[in-house]
């Protein structure tokens, strides 16, 4: 069985490969913090302690109460609660509004729990947010809830979220952020502003599978019922071993954060390769380590195998790269057609990528359109 050396795994916006450090610290918890912390015996203690000063820490990173902060299972959750509970909260004159290029989970959850009563916020052509839509939105006086993502999974374009949760403030509405792809890749400054914020760790190098939830509303928002755990507000025997991997795994993104210059002098050699690649989000700003494309031939399933089998892991970004669902939702948004969403690729760095792998990278992409081409060539002469 082949897998794609690490050095050579540029998909890190759908899942970026375990941290050493994470990995250290998933193990040792495994090994050593595996009790149940709500056991009353010194073990349940000692992990129930590990866990508290694990949330205390995130707490940290993140801005707000310890005690507010619950773990999940990922974002997907977290993003789902906050819809059925702002949902579960409201009239039918109530309305909810989220960017049109937010992740399935907050789109489709927001559209199942809102239905007619859900606004989709109009991106600009570099799939920024439109902050006069928000503002007319929020004027109209019905607003029970925002959603905008900090930075966007397909693209990796930054959101203005922070100029949209004061406006928020403005019109006392409460503000989501779901933060997984901007965890970890920038800054956590500010994020404590934002009245609920969610996220989850397995895109900066921690474990699958967990994730967290954090509100400062005066509500809090009830996860799970059952148990006690959480404070009540999530029930289910905590994951401390993964805990305490995705605290390590965060606390050394958050060390090692970088620029863009790696991405950029792919983009700049890709240029030269492949004449009439268009990037996209170029003008706005972008996670530094994620570039998304169309390209000016061939479908983007042909260019993932080609790249495939010259040993780089890239991707589409949408689920449609599997045949499952359309053309994307966010490219559509931005004002592409079907027929260039069916072009469109993203390469997403992180941890482990060097500058040479990046190189390497944008050769291949320049073989694989030479390849691609005679491919093509072949199959006209051919059918002659
Ligand atoms: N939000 C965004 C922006 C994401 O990119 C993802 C993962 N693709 C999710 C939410 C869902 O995260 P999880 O896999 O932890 O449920």
Known sequence: MSVTPLSHYFDHNATSPLRESGRLALAGGLDESWCNPSSPHSEGVRCHALLEDARERFAAIFGGAAERLSFTSGATEGNNA?????????????????????????????KTRFGQNLEQLAVDENGVLCLDALSSFLSEGKAILISVMAANNETGVLQPWSEAQALCREFGVPFHCDATQWLGRMPAEGL????????????????????????????????????????GLRAGTENVPSI????ASLEEAIREITDSSNRDLFEKRVAELIPGIQFLGAEA???PLVSSFVLPKFDNLRWINRMDRLGFAVSTGSACATGRGGPSHVLAAMGHSPEEARRFLRVSGGWSNATDDWIALADAFGVAYEELDNDEGESQVISL
């Open 82 to 110: 906050v819809m059925a509970f702002f949902h579960a909260k409201t009239d039918s004159r109530g309305k909810a509004a989220v960017s049109a290029v937010e992740h399935p989970s907050v789109l489709e959850s927001a």
């Open 192 to 231: 404590d502003a934002c009245d609920l914020l969610t996220g989850s760790f397995h895109k900066l190098g921690g474990p699958k599978g967990i994730g967290f939830l954090r509100t400062s509303c005066e509500d809090s928002v009830r996860l799970l019922y059952g148990g006690h755990q959480e404070g």
């Open 244 to 247: 305490l991997g995705s605290l």
């Open 285 to 287: 700003n972008r996670l």
